[in-house]
């Protein structure tokens, strides 16, 4: 494996294992508590996370706007349980994905939908 993306991916892990550990302390019922009004609840943030790795794999791969916000509805998690899959499922399929990548393939830009280019980010 590439001794970048086992350093990513090993962060990663800790973060997601993170998480996990979050949510196994959660009930159903603390999900639909919102900390900020006009603003999320626990259940919509946890499964926000839960599909981040997924979600930066599509846009990576040049997802449209329309693609990705058929991925969001179609992929809401309501249960700690479908959360706790979906945060594991998304990550390793994130892994499985890269491993198959080139260094050439890790090595190209690209631009998401709204035309975000990392070249764009003067090292932020």
Known sequence: MNIYLSGVFHQMKVAIDSVNEIIQQLSEADLDYKPIDNK???????????????????????????????????????????????????????????????????SEYKQSYWGLDIRDMNGC
């Open 40 to 106: 999320r609840t626990i259940r919509e943030l946890l499964c926000h996370i839960a599909l981040i790795c997924k979600a930066d794999y599509l846009i990576l791969n040049e997802a449209t706007q329309e693609e990705m916000k058929d991925y969001y509805d179609k992929n809401t998690k309501q249960t700690i349980n479908e959360i706790k899959e979906a945060l594991i499922d998304n990550y390793t399929e994130l892994v499985e994905q890269f491993l198959k990548y080139s260094i050439d393939e890790l």
